[in-house]
């Protein structure tokens, strides 16, 4: 009983909708003095019975978070050192110092480790003084290191 009365107020109010645009559909500019068409909109549909629904079954246990991560995500805290830290691991990847994720394969892809070491060179420039201590010797000592590593690796190769 409440539920049809509560469609039956919501199917009589009606809302307008005012265009107060500049132009008409033509592209023509309106005059300022006309008052602007105001179209009744329909009311809007009512809303679905409520459904009926099964209970839940049990839910499946959630993965142990592991340490070091927030407790109820699946993902670790984003911050400048994850960012760093996934740089720094692509560019050992296309050095072809580690395997590559998912197919324990070694890849040596020299123009792809460079763009690496490159984004890291900018990220450094355009946060130079605004890292933290420990954030700044990070990247001090990461980025010689990756240079290093990129140069050993392009002299092997030719």
Do not use: C, W
């Not at 805290?77 to 050095?95: E, G, I, K």
């Not at 070694?106 to 355009?126: G, S, W």
């Amino acid at each position: 009983m409440a539920s049809e009365r509560h469609e039956e107020e919501q199917a009589e109010k009606a809302f307008t909708i005012s265009d107060k645009r500049l132009f008409t559909r033509e592209g023509a500019r309106r005059d300022p003095d006309t008052p602007p068409e105001t179209p009744v909109a329909s009311a809007p549909p009512p809303p679905p019975p409520p459904r009926r629904e099964a209970p839940p079954a049990e839910a499946p246990p959630r993965p142990r978070a592991e340490p070091g991560m927030p407790p109820g995500r699946d993902l670790p805290a984003a911050d400048f050192s994850m960012l760093v830290n996934m740089l720094v691991t692509n560019a050992m990847v296309f050095l072809g110092h580690m395997p590559a994720p998912g197919s324990q394969q070694y890849l040596r892809n020299l123009p792809q480790a460079q763009h690496m070491i490159d984004l890291l060179m900018v990220l450094r420039e355009k946060t130079q003084g605004n890292l933290s201590r420990e954030e700044d010797q990070m990247m001090q000592d990461l980025l010689p290191q990756l240079q290093m590593a990129y140069v050993s690796a392009s002299r092997h190769v030719g």
